[in-house]
């Protein structure tokens, strides 16, 4: 089933005509009854042929069950005689779905929601091609978020590829495209699809906020050593450029120990005053 143009004239032009046939069939009612009757008959024919389309919608024509196309252009319309006619709004909306509970790549449970925006974009396969256009966007939307949901982790921690939490753009663009899939069989066409809410299931909310916790400090002490090898190499570079005093690998090491505690060390550093020999 594919849209095509329904057959319609101007409406205001149907009007009069149906008025003209009316005035008419009443004035040769006395005097001619058969024609009268049938202009009668013509002009109530043209009444139900009669119909409005209002902006950003559409009207679908059926006549005696068979498909014979839509109008949409807004404004009034005169269409086939004894058809029926279904609006369907072509409007531009969104679908935002429930809190579901699915889990990652790597089966942990997690809360993910989305919000879809969409369009009818073909009315005939919207109205015959499946039961409830409305509904069907509904299923497939929460269909297509868990198995996009179920295909990441929810995060890398710090590995290479792709994540619920980290590519989110990444995430919505494969949503939109398995929505289209979907969806292109209900005439549907889908504009935008992005992730609203997304966390780990309270069951392990508290584990895995320990364990983002603990990759957070593994990953600041990383950067403070880091840095703190790159003051020291400083430290004694410039000692023994302005030769300040020599030295040896011993003293090396002990300065390279002083410097590493006092850096890295969480605390404030306790300085000691040596007054005899290193030796």
Not at 61 to 74: A, H, L, M, Q
Not at 98 to 126: M, Q, T
Not at 153 to 181: H, I, K
Not at 191 to 204: F, G, K, V
């Amino acid at each position: 089933m594919k849209e095509f143009k329904a057959w319609a004239i101007n409406g205001f032009a149907g009007i009069l005509l149906m008025v003209l046939c009316g005035v008419l069939g009443i004035f040769m009612i006395l005097n001619d009854y058969l024609i009268g009757v049938l202009l009668l008959v013509v002009a109530v024919l043209l009444a139900t042929s009669v119909t409005i389309v209002q902006p950003n919608q559409a009207q679908v024509v059926t006549f005696f069950g068979k498909y014979i196309g839509t109008i949409r252009e807004s404004g009034i319309w005169l269409t086939v005689p004894l058809s029926f006619r279904k609006q369907i709004s072509l409007r531009v909306r969104n679908f935002d779905s429930s809190k579901l509970k699915v889990n990652d790549v790597d089966g942990n449970p997690i809360e993910i929601a989305a919000v879809v925006v969409f369009r009818v974009i073909d009315s005939a396969k919207s109205l015959f091609d499946v039961d409830n256009y409305e509904q069907f966007v509904t299923i497939q939307s929460e269909a297509a978020l868990r198995h996009v949901a179920s295909k990441y982790p929810y995060d890398t921690f710090g590995d290479e590829g792709y994540s619920l939490r980290g590519n989110a753009e990444e995430v919505a663009r494969e949503l939109t495209r398995e929505l289209q899939d979907r969806l292109s069989v209900a005439g549907v066409e889908v504009l935008e699809a992005r992730l609203t809410h997304l966390a780990y299931s309270t069951e392990i909310a508290s584990a895995m906020l320990q364990r983002q916790q603990a990759n957070a400090i593994i990953a600041a002490r990383q950067r403070i050593v880091e840095g703190a090898v790159g003051m020291v190499q400083l430290a004694i570079a410039q000692i023994e450029k302005d030769g300040i005093i020599k030295l040896d690998e011993e003293r090396k090491a002990a300065m390279i120990n002083n410097l590493m505690v006092a850096i890295v060390s969480d605390r404030g550093a306790s300085p000691v005053i040596n007054t005899g020999s290193l030796y």
